[in-house]
C-alpha cells in the first residue's frame, strides 16, 4: 500500500471451490464424472511464466542460510515462498503447486532452516486465522523446497494479519535437528520432535493465549537457547522469554517495559559479543505503531543496554509528529558489534536503515546516502518521478559472507545493496501482485493491460519486462477496479479505482497515457466499482461499490466523463457489460435475484430479460463473446456455465462444463469458426485452467499439477492475435501466462 493511497483496501483473499491433482487432459466436464480423463495425445503442453511486473507485494521475511553462501528465502504475505537461485540472479517460486482447494496456505507465516543440514527447509503456512479459513499447515522439504512432504495442523495461521511481518515463528532448536519450535497466534507455544511431521502444545511455556491476540511474535535461538517475543502483554509483564534445555521457560530477567517496548518485533543474535539485539514497537505492525524502540541483551551476563537509534515522538520539520516503530534487525556475521535496524510506519519522515558498527553506541542512517535505481521496476516510482526508500520495512537481512550486501522488504519490492550506498529491487521471478483485471487488446503495441490491487493499472508493452512507463498516472490510483476497451474503437480505454486526486480516467492511445475525467459522481471517491464503454466509446457505465461491500447506483456519461447521471434501473453494484458489436446495448446480471438485464438505449435504461438464474453470490461473471451481438457467457461456480446468444433473453446450460469460475476468450484455432474460450473451471475432481477450440463442446486443461497458484477465480483473458495464448490472474502470484510449448 502505498503511503498517498492509505484509503485504499488493502489485498484480500477470496474464498473458492475444491481442487485435487489430475493428469493434463482433454475431457468435457461432464456431469457425474468422479475424475479427470488419462492423458491424450494431441493434448497440448504449455509453458507458463509471469508477466514481469517485478514484487508488488509486501516482502514479510528474509532469511539467508548460516552456512552456504548464496543460499536465501523470501516469504510473502499472500504469495507463497522463494528460493535465491544466486547463479541466476533470481528468485525461484516453492509453492506453485497448491491448487485450489490449499489458496489459504499461500500465505507464508514463517520459515526456518537447519544449520547443520543446509537442504532442510520449513514453512509455516496460512493465510488466515478466521473462523471461515481452514488450518495452517507445516510444508518440509529436503531438497531446498524442490519437493514437499505436508503437515495439516490443528491451529490456524494468519501470514496476511496485523504481525506478519515480525520474525520467523518457527525455528530448528538449536541443540537437537529433530526438535522444531512453532509459535501461534492464538493457540500458544508448539513444539515437534520428529522434524515437524507431528506436533503438540509445548509444556512449560508461561504466556496465555488468547482467541484475538498476536501470540508469539518470534522465535530466535542464541547459541543453546531459545527465546520466544510475546505479543499480548502490556508494557508491564513480560514479553520475552527463554528455555536453556526446551523443557522450561522463563521470563528473561531486566527485560525493557513500558509502551515503547509491549510488542517484540524481531530479534537477531550476534555470537560474536553474544548479545541479543531485539527491536519493540507499541503494536505489531505494519500498519499502527506510533512509539518503539531498540535493546540489546548481553545473553551470558543478562545486562540489558537500550541502544534506540532514535526516539520517536519529535517533531519533522514540517512540524509534525514523527512516529513510528522499530521493525528488521539483522547482525553481521563477520563484524562484532555491527548490526542494522529499520523503522516502520514512519509515514512522515519516511521509513529509514540504521546502521551500527560499534554495538549501539552510534548510528547512521543508510536512507541519508542512498542512491535508488528503479530503472528494472519503474512502478515503484509511484508516479512522482523518484521512488521511496520504503515503508513497511519489517524483513531486514545479511549476507553472513558478505557484509555489505544487505536486503530489506517493504510493502512492493525487496531493496538490496552490495555497497550500503547503491540499492536496487532485487526481485526477479518474485511476483506477489494480485491482480483483478487484464485485457488483451486486438490491435496495438501491448498485448496486455491489467489492473491490479495496490498497483493499479499497468500497459505491459513486453511481457519479459517490467512496464516501461510503471503505472497509470494521471492519476494515479492504488488498487483498480474497472478497466474496460471499446471494441469497435480499442484505442479508447477506461479505468476506475482508488486514489486520493481522482477515481476515473481515460486513454485515447490503448492505455499507454491517460487523462482524468473532467468530472466524477461524488461516489466515486469512497465506492470506485467497475467501469464499462459501449463498443464505439461513446458512453460509459460506472458502477459503485464500497471496499465493505456496500452497493450504490450506476451512474451514466454521454461526454467522456464530462457530465454523469444516475441509471435508477440498473441493479446497484452490477457489473456492466457492453455489447462488443452493437453500441447501444448494454448487460447487467444482478447476482441478488438471478437476473439478466439489458438496455437498449445506450444504458438510459435497463429492464430484465432471463430470470430464475443461480442468484446469491457475488462472484458469478458475466462476459460477451468478442465481435457478437447478445452472445453471452454466464459463469456460476457450481452451478455451471450458461450461454445465450439472444441477448440475455434465454439461458441454456452448457452440458460439458460442470462448474466454471472465470471465462474469457482470445484468437480461434486454426479453421476454426468460433474464438478459442479460456475459463478456470471443475470436474467434480479439480479446479483446473481450460481451453476449449469447439464452442465449448470439449475442454482441455492447459495447466498442470506443478502450476496451479492458488486461486485463480478472479479472471481469465485469450490473446486474440496468438492462438493458444492466455492470461490468468492470481490473488498473490502475479499475471500468469501460458503459451502451447
Not at 459 to 468: C, D, I, N, Q, V
Request: proline share 6%.
Amino acid at each position: 500500500m502505498h503511503a498517498s493511497l492509505s484509503r485504499s483496501p488493502s489485498r484480500r483473499a477470496v474464498l473458492a471451490g475444491t481442487a485435487a491433482a489430475a493428469a493434463l487432459t482433454a475431457v468435457p466436464f461432464a456431469p457425474g464424472r468422479a475424475h479427470a480423463a488419462e492423458d491424450t495425445a494431441d493434448a497440448p503442453a504449455y509453458r507458463w511464466r509471469n508477466v514481469v511486473i517485478g514484487g508488488t507485494g509486501f516482502i514479510t521475511g528474509v532469511l539467508f542460510h548460516p552456512r552456504v553462501r548464496g543460499l536465501a528465502y523470501a516469504r510473502t504475505d499472500i504469495g507463497g515462498a522463494y528460493r535465491w537461485d544466486d547463479r541466476a540472479d533470481r528468485w525461484i517460486p516453492l509453492l506453485d503447486h497448491l491448487g485450489w482447494d490449499d489458496w489459504n496456505l499461500l500465505g507464508v507465516e514463517a520459515m526456518a532452516v537447519d544449520p547443520a543440514h543446509p537442504n532442510r527447509l520449513y514453512l509455516a503456512c496460512g493465510t488466515y486465522s478466521q473462523d471461515w479459513s481452514a488450518n495452517g499447515a507445516i510444508l518440509r522439504s529436503e531438497d531446498r523446497g524442490r519437493t514437499w512432504q505436508r503437515t495439516d495442523l490443528t491451529v490456524k495461521l494468519g501470514a496476511n494479519e496485523d504481525g506478519r511481518g515480525t520474525g520467523e515463528r518457527l525455528l530448528v532448536d538449536p541443540r537437537d535437528s529433530d526438535t522444531l519450535w512453532l509459535g501461534t497466534r492464538h493457540d500458544g507455544l508448539w513444539k515437534s520432535v520428529d522434524r515437524g511431521a507431528t506436533w503438540a502444545p509445548a509444556t512449560g511455556f508461561p504466556a496465555t493465549p488468547s482467541a484475538t491476540g498476536q501470540g508469539v511474535t518470534l522465535l530466535v535461538a542464541a547459541r543453546r537457547a531459545v527465546y520466544a517475543g510475546w505479543g499480548d502483554a502490556d508494557g508491564t509483564a513480560p514479553n520475552l522469554f527463554r528455555t536453556p534445555d526446551g523443557i522450561t521457560w522463563e521470563p528473561v530477567p531486566g527485560q525493557p517495559a513500558g509502551t515503547a517496548a509491549r510488542v517484540p518485533v524481531r530479534a537477531a543474535y550476534d555470537r560474536h559479543t553474544h548479545e541479543l539485539y531485539v527491536t519493540y514497537a507499541d503494536a505489531p505492525g505494519p500498519n499502527g505503531q506510533s512509539t518503539g524502540s531498540v535493546h540489546k541483551l548481553r545473553t551470558v551476563n543478562g545486562r540489558w543496554t537500550e541502544v534506540t537509534p532514535v526516539e520517536p515522538g519529535t517533531t519533522t520539520p514540517d512540524g509534525g509528529a514523527d512516529s513510528f516503530g522499530y521493525g528488521g534487525v539483522a547482525v553481521d556475521a563477520r563484524r562484532p558489534g555491527t548490526a542494522v535496524v529499520s523503522t516502520n510506519n514512519r509515514w512522515a519522515a519516511v521509513d529509514t536503515l540504521y546502521r551500527t558498527t560499534d554495538g549501539g553506541r552510534s548510528w547512521t542512517s543508510l536512507k541519508d546516502s542512498a542512491v535508488l535505481d528503479v530503472s528494472e521496476t519503474p512502478y515503484l516510482e509511484w508516479g512522482e518521478g523518484k521512488p521511496k526508500f520504503g515503508w513497511w520495512i519489517q524483513a531486514v537481512a545479511l549476507d553472513p559472507y558478505d557484509s555489505k550486501h544487505l536486503v530489506y522488504g517493504t510493502g512492493a519490492t525487496l531493496y538490496g545493496t552490495r555497497d550500503l550506498r547503491r540499492w536496487a529491487p532485487q526481485i526477479r521471478g518474485l511476483e506477489e501482485t494480485s491482480v483483478t483485471q487484464l485485457i488483451s487488446p486486438p490491435t496495438g503495441r501491448a498485448h496486455l493491460l491489467s489492473g491490479s490491487r495496490d498497483i493499479g493499472v499497468m500497459y505491459h508493452e513486453r511481457l519479459t519486462a517490467s512496464p516501461a512507463h510503471g503505472m497509470a498516472t494521471n492519476p494515479v490510483s492504488g488498487s483498480a477496479t474497472g478497466l474496460a476497451q471499446a471494441a469497435r474503437r480499442p484505442a479508447y480505454v477506461v479505468r476506475a479505482g482508488w486514489g486520493d486526486h481522482g477515481n476515473g480516467a481515460y486513454s485515447n492511445d490503448g492505455g499507454r497515457t491517460w487523462a482524468p475525467f473532467a468530472a466524477q459522481p461524488d461516489l466515486a471517491k469512497s465506492a470506485p466499482g467497475p467501469i464499462a464503454t459501449n463498443a464505439d466509446g461513446s458512453v460509459l457505465l460506472w458502477s459503485f461499490v464500497h471496499w465493505d461491500g456496500t452497493r450504490y447506483p450506476a451512474h451514466r456519461s454521454a461526454d467522456n466523463g464530462t457530465t454523469w447521471s444516475e441509471i435508477p434501473s440498473f441493479p446497484k453494484g452490477a457489473t456492466p457489460v457492453a455489447d462488443p458489436a452493437e453500441p447501444a446495448l448494454f448487460y447487467a446480471y444482478d447476482t441478488d435475484t438471478g437476473t439478466l438485464l439489458a438496455s437498449t438505449d445506450g444504458g438510459r435504461s435497463f429492464t430484465a430479460r432471463a430470470s430464475g438464474l443461480p442468484a446469491g453470490d457475488a462472484q458469478y461473471k458475466l462476459v460477451a463473446a468478442p465481435g457478437r451481438t447478445g452472445d453471452l457467457w454466464l459463469s456460476t461456480k457450481y452451478n455451471g456455465l450458461h450461454r445465450s446468444t439472444d441477448g440475455g433473453v434465454t439461458f441454456t446450460k452448457v452440458e460439458s462444463c460442470w462448474a466454471s469460475h472465470t471465462l474469457g476468450f482470445g484468437k480461434a484455432a486454426d479453421g476454426a469458426g468460433y474464438p478459442a474460450i479460456y475459463q478456470v473451471g471443475s470436474t467434480e475432481a479439480i479446479t483446473a485452467v481450460y481451453r476449449s477450440d469447439d464452442e465449448a463442446k470439449s475442454w482441455t486443461r492447459i495447466n498442470d499439477d506443478q502450476h496451479q497458484w492458488g486461486w485463480t477465480g478472479e479472471t481469465i483473458t485469450g490473446d486474440p492475435r496468438v492462438h493458444g495464448r492466455v492470461y490468468l490472474a492470481t490473488n498473490g502470484r502475479g499475471i500468469q501466462y501460458g503459451e502451447p510449448r
